[in-house]
């Protein structure tokens, strides 16, 4: 009784599914194909609602274009980042600066006990040992502070890139959906705007999600190439600070430890500066790869065709 039933909704159910939306492009192969196409949108979408959904709360635009799962990564990844680079700079950093502030403290008041001392007396006093360790505590907290805060520096940058991209991602879903249909675009075109502006090729295709992530990559990339540079600078202005005190009785630093930690910024520097130039290049060759693939499912664009002789072939792409 439930088979009656049931086989033949199954069967309804099925050539509803199996039904193509494509129009006949005139090449039995191509038509013949099953059709996936998990961007299809059943209504048209409102542009300004998906973009402000988006710009309110992460991945708001994506659920609203029906695309849960993109929406809900962007929530998640941007709350981490957010979180994280928030914690550091409300109480980590605040943390650092009051032990190195009390550290600081310890030493003003271990120097003015020293003063009141006769020389011979500063050379054995217990004074002296504090003043130093404080000051070197003191030190060592001011380059971790710098760290973190370099840190937190690029989880912020990358968190607001996610967002952006959330939006230009959010663009793109609302426009595909008032126009399905991609238009065929010039490769050579896509090759001058990219080189122009980096992104220019993917608004020339109108690939508004690329761009965002384009531009996501670029920005913070900068901003974190910007914030090793910042650690490079202090880190030069300890080891000149710790080699002027060399010889003078001052207080030791390991000058070889700085010295490593100011090369492995330098690194990390220099790699943000070539993915930026990595990037700029990709985008150029990226837009360029989608506008000859806009027109890829239209008859005569791409073929394989027979050879001249027996199992043969020619592939054949017409520009």
């Not at 973009?51 to 695309?67: D, E, I, N, R, T």
């Not at 001011?142 to 990358?158: E, F, G, H, I, T």
């Not at 896509?190 to 295709?205: E, K, R």
């Amino acid at each position: 009784m439930l088979a009656r039933f049931f086989l033949p909704v199954l069967l309804l159910i099925s050539i509803g599914l199996s039904a193509d939306p494509r129009p006949p492009s005139g090449i039995p192969e191509i038509d013949s194909l099953p059709l996936n196409d998990w961007k299809a949108q059943s209504h048209p979408l409102s542009t300004f609602k998906a973009v402000s959904l988006s710009a309110v709360f992460p991945g708001g635009g994506q659920f609203y274009g029906g695309h849960p799962v993109r929406g809900s990564f962007l929530v998640g990844l941007e709350s981490v980042l957010f979180g994280l680079s928030l914690y550091t700079y409300l109480v980590d950093l605040p943390r650092l600066d009051r032990v190195t502030s009390d550290y600081l403290d310890s030493a003003n008041s271990a120097f003015d006990r020293m003063m009141r001392l006769t020389p011979d007396q500063r050379a054995s006093s217990v004074d002296k040992s504090t003043f130093e360790i404080s000051i070197q505590r003191a030190r060592n907290n001011a380059s971790l502070r710098l760290q973190k805060a370099d840190l937190a520096n690029s989880q912020l940058a990358w968190a607001i890139g996610l967002h952006f991209y959330g939006m230009a991602d959010a663009l793109e879903i609302a426009r595909k959906s008032q126009n399905p249909d991609p238009k065929s675009r010039s490769i050579e075109k896509a090759m001058w705007c990219g080189l122009a502006f980096p992104g220019g090729a993917q608004l020339y295709n109108e690939r508004y999600g690329k761009f965002g992530m384009l531009w996501m990559a670029l920005g913070a990339s900068a901003v974190s190439a910007w914030s090793r540079q910042n650690v490079v600078e202090s880190l030069n202005l300890s080891i000149a600070s710790a080699r002027a005190e060399e010889g003078t009785g001052g207080i030791a630093t390991d000058v070889e430890q700085l010295d490593v930690d100011r090369t492995l910024y330098r690194k990390r520097r220099n790699q943000y500066y070539w993915g930026m130039a990595l990037l700029y290049v990709y985008g150029v060759l990226d837009g360029m790869v989608d506008a000859a693939l806009s027109d890829f499912d239209k008859p005569n664009r791409y073929a394989l065709e027979p050879g001249s002789t027996p199992l043969s072939a020619v592939a054949v792409v017409h520009f």
